[in-house]
């Protein structure tokens, strides 16, 4: 149910509820292949491709035969150009959140800019550099680069409240005055507020030699006040300005240069962690692996099951497990080893002791011991050709790893014929 909805949701752009839902339907069945390939596409359509690439990955590796997700990582790798955009977009992101956290916003804003540039469909990246341009109060430029958002996600809840923020702030409506305790009427023309003043007074027409003699008179005085008082007032405010200006530029040389340090530390240690990323995402799909380490073993099993063939399949085996470490392998591929070892072991164990059988009593001693040790190995509770190996020892005269064989047996199968046996040749051994 949750497949489907999620399914209907992406087809008609609403890919945060698709998110959600494909969420929802992994959480009830983490085995479900559709859900997790079509919850990859929707983040390579939000501009996640990280994400998008993490669940193809654990997609094939659920399921590796007839797996679309196949297709999708191998468009992934081999469009080299796309990788390092990839990897170039990610940089620019965290730089410019980076910048936004050091109080640098115009800087982050034209590392968005280069963002989008590459990568038009990351949605995380139109939000934060709409809401930079909220802060600036550019509410055009906000609303376009959320009308952008919204174009690949209808309904993401961050778009749809920074977008209703953004449609109050280009408030009031157009053409509605307002009156002011100025006495003015403003009003909104397009994109300009016009204010008109309100009770203006025309002058009185008229005037002769009195108006101009005031006027020449409040022109010396006028003179004479700037000259006495504004002036010098003037010229130490320009001074103290200046020196403001100065102490204010070497303070911001200096936070500049420790901002451009601080920023080259942090770029270095994202290109380590990037580096980090792509040498975990080629342990997945590289070559050697999981995911082909997990197919090789698939291959060995299919092949014993049509042959039979007991000893290439171990060989096979014993090889695949000289090259992984299996500890780190995954539990499925560790079940279906040892499933496939404990199947095989027995039988090729009782092969290898029926051989050394033979060798032993016709006094191929050396032939006998190694033989029989891989009848050992194969199968430890393979007692019969435990004792059999030590008395190969014995009969080669290599007495110390006899007695220590002997003691396995005695260990392994306590009241048994083959440990009184054991006890008699090992007694003997230390007798002599």
């Known amino acids: 149910m949750y497949y489907n909805e999620g399914l209907e949701k992406a087809g008609v752009r609403d890919l945060s509820g698709a998110v959600v839902s494909l969420r929802r339907s992994l959480q009830f069945n983490k085995n479900n292949i559709k859900a997790r390939n079509l919850l990859g596409l929707v983040y390579f359509e939000m501009g996640e491709a990280a994400s998008a690439l993490r669940e193809w990955v654990i997609s094939k ?26 990897n170039q977009t990610v940089k620019k992101y965290n730089r410019a959140l980076a910048l936004c956290n050091q109080d640098g916003e115009d800087l982050a804003v034209i590392q968005l800019r280069k963002v989008l540039s590459m990568n038009p469909r990351f949605i995380r990246a139109h939000q934060l550099l709409a809401l930079l341009y909220m802060k600036q109060e550019e509410w055009d430029h906000a609303e376009r680069e959320l009308r952008k958002c919204m174009d690949i996600d209808k309904n993401n809840l961050l778009t749809l409240r920074y977008l209703k923020e953004v449609e109050q702030a280009l408030m009031p409506e157009e053409g509605i005055k307002r009156r002011r305790k100025d006495e003015s009427v403003r009003y909104r023309s397009e994109n300009e507020i016009i204010i008109q003043p309100l009770n203006v007074k025309e002058p009185k027409r008229g005037g002769g030699f009195a108006t101009v003699l005031n006027m020449v008179i409040g022109l010396i005085i006028g003179i004479a006040a700037m000259y006495f008082l504004v002036v010098p007032a003037a010229q130490s405010r320009v001074r103290n300005e200046e020196q403001q200006t100065i102490t204010k530029i070497s303070n911001e040389s200096d936070a500049k240069t420790a901002r451009i340090q601080e920023l080259e530390d942090r770029i270095e240690d994202l290109n380590g962690n990037v580096q980090n990323l792509y040498t975990e995402i080629e342990g997945y799909v590289g070559a050697g692996g999981t995911i082909q380490t997990t197919e090789e073993l698939f291959q060995i099993a299919a092949a014993y099951t049509e042959s039979g063939d007991m000893y290439v399949a171990m060989d096979q085996l014993e090889e695949l497990a000289e090259r992984v470490d299996m500890a780190a392998m995954p539990e499925g591929f560790q079940r279906l080893y040892q499933s496939m070892t404990s199947v095989i072991g027995p039988e090729l164990s009782k092969e290898y002791f029926d051989e050394g059988y033979q060798q032993y009593y016709t006094n191929r001693f050396e032939e006998a011991l190694e033989t029989l040790g891989k009848a050992v190995q194969y199968d430890a509770a393979n007692i019969d050709a435990l004792y059999l190996l030590g008395e190969a020892y014995r009969s080669s005269g290599d007495t110390a790893n006899a007695i220590t064989t002997y003691d396995k047996v005695i260990e392994l199968s306590p009241d048994t014929e083959n440990a009184r046996l054991a006890k008699y040749r090992k007694d003997s051994l230390n007798a002599g």
């Open 61 to 86: 590796n659920m399921s590796p035969e007839k797996n679309i997700a196949d297709e999708y990582i191998d468009k992934m790798r081999s469009n080299s150009a796309r990788l390092d955009s990839i």
